[in-house]
């Protein structure tokens, strides 16, 4: 089945500092959604992705689709604190409308 | 806009009885719910898309039996999980697609724990 790679699987950075996290996979996708999930919570959508080549900002957050359809990155600059969380990459597919998660990007800021 | 509500946020059961979940989308209709397991330092593992008016779609492996989806109208879909066991218990989550938008709004979870 469709599966997404997602890197790292955490990283521990200094308040301040830029965050880079990628998924890749081996199938074409339509969509790359990004979502950050804080403990005990449901993931909330941080940035949407609808075609290849795109590149989204919200905010101090910046993700693309990559041309290929395959990869997506998600960068943070100027972490702060409140970053801390996961981050889940997602696939998304046409019709179905199904997503594919990503195992996810545990972050870790200090202060 | 784009809420989704889940409830109960927490729920702990008795091994055998049922557990009953449930998905809102409180400001959309959706057609489509997805309800999704997650273990702890785990991703989200999509276990059935929930279909407004049909029968749900599950994923391999998921027991349509012990996993029962009922989405009877179009804000509501819910989850029973029926003769509850210990490894049932988990993080469950749902989701819904507003249709002016993209992207899937998640409730905020269910910890089931079965004792």
């Known amino acids: 089945g469709q599966q997404l790679n997602q890197s790292p699987q955490s990283m521990f950075i200094q308040e301040g500092e830029d965050v880079s996290m990628n998924c890749t996979s081996s199938?074409?996708?339509?969509?790359w959604l990004w979502y950050k999930q804080d403990p005990g919570e449901g993931p909330v959508l941080l940035i949407a992705?609808?075609?290849?080549?795109e590149l989204t900002s919200n905010g101090r957050l910046t993700a693309q689709f990559g041309i290929t359809r395959k990869d997506s990155f998600l960068n943070i600059s100027a972490s702060i604190p409140s970053d801390v969380g996961i981050y889940f990459c997602?696939?998304?597919?046409?019709?179905?409308?199904?997503?594919?998660f990503g195992a996810g990007t545990r972050l870790f800021v200090k202060a | 806009g784009a809420v989704v509500s889940q409830h109960p946020s927490w729920v702990i059961c008795k091994s055998g009885t049922s557990v009953k979940i449930e998905c809102r989308s409180l400001?959309?209709?959706?057609?489509?719910m997805f309800w999704y397991r997650q273990f702890p330092k785990q991703s989200l593992m999509l276990m059935a898309t929930?279909?407004?008016?049909?029968?749900?779609?599950?994923e391999q492996g998921v027991e349509k039996d012990k996993f029962l989806i009922n989405h009877a109208s179009l804000t509501l879909s819910t989850l029973t999980v029926t003769s509850a066991h210990p490894e049932d218990s988990s993080f469950y989550i749902c989701?819904?697609?507003?249709?002016?938008?993209?992207?899937?709004?998640f409730g905020s979870g269910t910890r089931l724990t079965v004792v």
């Open positions: 400001d959309f209709q959706a057609t489509t």
């Open positions: 929930s279909n407004e008016g049909s029968k749900a779609t599950y």
């Open positions: 992705l609808y075609k290849a080549g």
């Open positions: 989701s819904a697609r507003d249709e002016g938008r993209y992207g899937y709004t």
């Open positions: 199938s074409i996708f339509n969509t």
């Open positions: 997602a696939g998304g597919t046409t019709g179905g409308f199904k997503t594919i």
